[in-house]
């Protein structure tokens, strides 16, 4: 079974940045997206990247975070910027669409 290990996520201030890493084997066969979930909300999808280097940001995020991959060392990544505290969540990454297991993720908390 694939494994999806995140990590990469701390406290920060507002105006901050956090970049986010995941490890999943097998990587460059599928789309790879990465999702977070806040308290009391349900789980959402924050970007994606396709297996040709397409990415596609829900528009609370756009221009500020930025997906990538890289194939041969089985890694995705999640460049984020200028974080509100309306990003503390926790981070996920899986396959886009996703599987039905997740990893542990990584906690993000935007907060001064």
């Known amino acids: 079974q694939v494994q999806l290990v995140e990590s990469g996520g701390g406290l920060v201030q507002p105006g901050g940045s956090l970049r986010l890493s995941c490890a999943v084997s097998?990587?460059?066969?599928?789309?790879m997206g990465w999702y977070r979930q806040a308290p009391g909300k349900e789980r959402e999808l924050v970007a994606f990247?396709?297996?040709?280097?397409?990415?596609i940001y829900a528009d609370s995020v756009k221009g500020r975070f930025t997906i990538s991959r890289d194939n041969a060392k089985n890694m995705v990544y999640l460049q984020m910027n200028n974080l509100k505290p309306e990003d503390t969540a926790a981070y996920y990454c899986?396959?886009?669409?996703?599987?039905?297991?997740w990893g542990q993720g990584t906690q993000v908390t935007v907060s001064s």
């Open positions: 899986n396959r886009h669409p996703a599987w039905t297991f």
């Open positions: 097998g990587i460059s066969a599928y789309t």
């Open positions: 990247i396709t297996i040709i280097g397409g990415t």
